[in-house]
């Protein structure tokens, strides 16, 4: 089993800019589609972005592309997430999560433990 170890979250002003990183274990990091998640307070965890196991193909919550940008590198076993422009309602907790996504969910992924992101107006 794949383990997962988010990082990069904390306090931001609205309009600024966050990168969060996911550490991945494992050998076959560079097979499997990684994913972000995310979970504001009181409302249910939803699909942020995807990535392909060669990084060649991503995939964007459709509130969110333009600007996010997922990335990887499959040397590192490290997928990240670069967030700009963040607003108020970006605020929630950031999970990563290795597997191949249905729908706008993950039923048989692997998840990180989470890391905090909170944007202030």
């Known amino acids: 089993q794949v383990r997962l170890v988010e990082s990069g979250g904390g306090l931001v002003q609205a309009g600024g800019s966050l990168r969060l990183s996911c550490a991945a274990s494992g050998r076959t990091f560079s097979s499997v589609p990684m994913n972000w998640f995310r979970q504001a307070p009181g409302k249910e965890r939803e699909f942020a972005a995807a990535i392909s196991g060669s990084g060649g193909s991503t995939y964007y919550a459709d509130s969110l592309e333009g600007r996010f940008t997922i990335s990887r590198d499959n040397a590192k076993n490290t997928v990240y997430l670069q967030m700009n422009s963040l607003k108020p309602e970006d605020t929630a907790v950031y999970y990563c999560?290795?597997?191949?996504?249905?729908?706008?969910?993950?039923?048989?992924?692997?998840w990180g433990q989470g890391t905090q992101v909170t944007v202030s107006s």
């Open positions: 999560a290795a597997g191949l996504i249905v729908g706008n969910s993950c039923p048989s992924c692997a």
